[in-house]
């Protein structure tokens, strides 16, 4: 499974974008790239999934380069309400499933 | 049923007892997993079922851990002689069946926060 790398943490302020950038240099080429985002007391959340180029939906974008290494999730104007902690994430379905394994996640802060 | 439910929500313990976690995962989604979560940590992998079976139980941590899905659908995750490194929240997914192509989607219940004195 590939490991990510994303910072521990950002702060944002209402109604800016906001950008978290993943790292996956081991991505395999059946990999896909999944988002999370976690409330306190509540279980993760998907986002959003892609495998190259971009995919946008009503919450956010992905945005994967050609090399596929990394990714960056886009929270366009975001309110205090997106204060959550986004977790990366890359692996693919297959025979015997996908584990999903996730990291420590990115905590965004959103700012009055 | 609508979403992943998890009961009980909070369960206190003494060290040393048994303890039991439910899962009811969505209607329909043959695909169900354990995870532990400690605070401020990412969710730790414990256990996935595909079906009846465990697909994978490599993330449980030693064998007072146990979880079962007799049916396909309903799991238990079960603690034998809880230890106070138990304490953790412990969270519940589910999602169909295994794409041919992508990744599996999942969706996550509110988790059982465990305490063990």
């Known amino acids: 499974l590939a490991k990510t790398t994303q910072p521990i943490s950002m702060d944002s302020y209402e109604g800016q974008e906001v950008n978290i950038t993943c790292s996956h240099n081991n991505i395999a080429t059946n990999d896909y790239i999944t988002w999370y985002q976690q409330f306190p007391s509540q279980g993760p959340r998907f986002i959003i999934q892609g495998y190259k180029t971009k995919v946008t939906n009503e919450v956010a974008s992905l945005f994967i380069p050609a090399d596929r290494k990394s990714s960056t999730l886009s929270l366009p104007r975001v309110s205090l309400s997106d204060t959550a902690v986004y977790y990366c994430?890359?692996?693919?379905?297959?025979?015997?499933?996908?584990?999903?394994?996730f990291g420590a996640g990115t905590r965004l802060f959103v700012k009055a | 049923g609508a979403g992943v439910s998890q009961t009980p929500s909070n369960k206190v313990t003494e060290k040393g007892k048994y303890v039991e976690l439910r899962c009811d995962p969505i209607s329909g989604h043959t695909a169900l997993y354990w995870y532990r979560q400690s605070l401020g940590q990412g969710p730790e992998f414990l256990i996935y079922?595909?079906?009846?079976?465990?697909?994978?139980d490599s993330g449980l941590p030693n064998d007072r851990f146990f979880a079962v899905r007799p049916e396909g659908s309903v799991s238990t995750l079960k603690i034998q002689r809880t230890e106070r490194g138990d304490s953790a929240v412990y969270l519940c997914?589910?999602?169909?069946?295994?794409?041919?192509?992508?990744?599996?989607?999942?969706?996550f219940g509110a988790g059982s926060r465990l305490t063990v004195l």
């Open positions: 079922f595909q079906g009846t079976g465990a697909a994978d």
């Open positions: 994430l890359v692996g693919a379905a297959g025979t015997g499933g996908f584990k999903t394994i």
């Open positions: 997914a589910s999602s169909p069946r295994d794409s041919s192509s992508g990744a599996n989607v999942l969706t």
